[in-house]
Nanobody
């Protein structure tokens, strides 16, 4: 069992920035960020794969959000969210997975507790 702990989030005005952090209790090759807005399905927005050093970002956040791993602590990832818009309002979840893929859906994810991001217009 892997514990995933998130921090960050909150309320920000449109155009502002927020940074989310996520730390897993064990090393996992896949770490990803998802979000879920009320009435919508959970969306995978970014992922980082340590073994291949690849990064994925959804089109909805490309050019605005940056996912990165802590170089000193490979169990920690960050999501830097820039130019936030009201449509980015959602509950954000960090997920970790031992396997080297970060699929949209998997029962192998270990989930963080979630953190609310609210963007006001």
């Amino acid at each position: 069992q892997v514990q995933v702990v998130q921090s960050g989030g909150g309320l920000v005005q449109a155009g502002g920035s927020l940074r989310l952090s996520c730390t897993a209790s064990a090393y996992t090759d896949c770490m990803a960020w998802f979000r879920q807005a009320p009435g919508k399905e959970r969306e995978r927005i970014a992922a980082v794969f340590t073994r291949s050093d690849l990064i994925f970002r959804a089109d909805s956040v490309k050019g605005r959000f940056i996912i990165s791993r802590d170089k000193a602590d490979r169990t920690t990832v960050f999501l830097q969210m820039n130019r936030l818009q009201p449509e980015d309002t959602a509950m954000y979840y960090c997920a970790a997975r031992f396997e080297s893929m970060c699929p949209v859906r998997s029962q192998d994810y270990f989930w963080g507790q979630g953190t609310q991001v609210t963007v006001s217009s």
